[in-house]
C-alpha cells in the first residue's frame, strides 16, 4: 500500500508492559513479523511522560526499539485525555503537547485522542463544554502542525446516563468546526455501536456522518452491547455475555464489516489500526491482518478506480 491510497496503513496497537520495554519490543517484533505495515504504540502505559515532562532516557530508549523496525507508527494518547477537564485542562494540555513531541522523535504521524467527557451537565452547560475542548484542539493543532502531526480525534461511548459524550456525529461536527489539516477524526466502530445502542441511535447514520473527515480508524469486534453489567472477573466472562467494549478479533462479533468498507470512504492516507492485542489473542492476529487487508484492498480499489 502507498501514501497515494484511501487506507495506506494496516497494523495493530502494541500491548503495554506498563514501564517495561522489553513488553514493547516484544510487541513491536511480533506485529512486524506478521507483515503488517504500522503499528500504534500505546505510550500512555510506558512512563516515559512525568509531570507533563518527558523523562529524557526513557524516550531515548523509545526511539532505539522503534528505530528497529520498518513500520509506520501512530501514538495513543492518555486513556484519560480531555479537554472538557476543566479542573486539569493545563495538566492535560501539558501532556498532548509532550505526546506531540514523542511522536516526532518516533516519526509517528498520528496522535491519537479521545473525545472529551463530564459530568451531565444542565442542557444549557453543554455548549460551554464542547467550546472548551474546541478550543484547546485548536491549541494544540497549531503545535502539531509543528511536528508534521494530525491528532486524531477519537469517538468515545458513555457508561451512564450521568455523563456526558458526544455522538461520533458530534466528533465530526467537532473535527468540522476546528477546520485544520493538523485534527482528523477517528472512528472506532465498536465505540459507536455501543454508544448508538445506548442512545438510540442509527449507528450507521453516526459513522457515515463522521467518515468524510476521518484520518484514522480503530477496528475491533464487538456486539455493540452498552454495560448493562459492570463487574466480570474475567474478560472472557464479558466475551462471553457478549457485554461491553470487548476488543475482539473480527469475526468474534456482529459488526458487519464488509458493507462497511463497501460503503465508507476516508480522507487520504488513513491508517488503519486493530485494537486486538497478541497479549490476549496472539493465535488470531494473523487471521485478523489477512481479513483487514481484503477489506482495505476492496476500499481503496473501489475508490482509486472512482
Known amino acids: 500500500m502507498s501514501s497515494e491510497a484511501p487506507i495506506s496503513a494496516v497494523g495493530f496497537c502494541t500491548y503495554t508492559g506498563k514501564g517495561n520495554f522489553e513488553t514493547l519490543e516484544k510487541s513491536l517484533h511480533t506485529i512486524a513479523d506478521l507483515g503488517a505495515n504500522a503499528a500504534e504504540l500505546s505510550l500512555y502505559g510506558e512512563e516515559i511522560i512525568s509531570g507533563g515532562r518527558i523523562i529524557p532516557g526513557r524516550a531515548e530508549r ?16 492518555q486513556i484519560v485525555s480531555n479537554f472538557m477537564d476543566h479542573e486539569h485542562l493545563d495538566y492535560q494540555k501539558a501532556v498532548v503537547r509532550a505526546m506531540l513531541e514523542l511522536c516526532n522523535r518516533v516519526e509517528a504521524g ?41 491528532i486524531a480525534l477519537e469517538n468515545i461511548f458513555a457508561v451512564a446516563d450521568t455523563e456526558y459524550r458526544q455522538t461520533p ?15 482528523c477524526g477517528l472512528i472506532d466502530f465498536s465505540h459507536a455501536y455501543i454508544e448508538s445502542t445506548r442512545l438510540g441511535l442509527d449507528w450507521r ?29 474475567h474478560p472472557a466472562e464479558a466475551t462471553a ?16 464489516w464488509e458493507e462497511i468498507f463497501e460503503e465508507l470512504a476516508f480522507l487520504p492516507d488513513t491508517m488503519l489500526i486493530m485494537e486486538i492485542t497478541g497479549e490476549r489473542f496472539v493465535n488470531e492476529q494473523a487471521d485478523c491482518l489477512a481479513r483487514a487487508l481484503k477489506l482495505v484492498e476492496h476500499a481503496n480499489s473501489r475508490r482509486l478506480a472512482a
Open 62 to 77: 523509545l526511539v532505539q526499539i522503534t528505530d528497529q523496525f520498518d513500520l509506520r507508527y501512530s501514538v495513543h494518547g
Open 110 to 150: 498520528i496522535l491519537v485522542h479521545h473525545s472529551g467527557n463530564a459530568p451531565m451537565p444542565a442542557f444549557s452547560r453543554i455548549p460551554d463544554l464542547d467550546r472548551m475542548e474546541r478550543d484547546a484542539l485548536a491549541e494544540m493543532a497549531e503545535v502539531a502542525k509543528g511536528y508534521g502531526v494530525r
Open 169 to 183: 456525529e458530534q466528533v465530526g461536527e467537532t473535527v468540522r468546526a476546528i477546520a485544520n489539516p493538523n485534527v
Open 205 to 233: 447514520e453516526q459513522i457515515r456522518a463522521m467518515a468524510p473527515v476521518t484520518g484514522h480508524l480503530h477496528v475491533h469486534d464487538s456486539f455493540g452491547r452498552p454495560y448493562s453489567m459492570s463487574k466480570f472477573y
Open 241 to 256: 455475555l457478549g457485554i461491553g467494549d470487548l476488543h475482539l478479533p473480527i469475526g468474534w462479533g456482529d459488526i458487519p
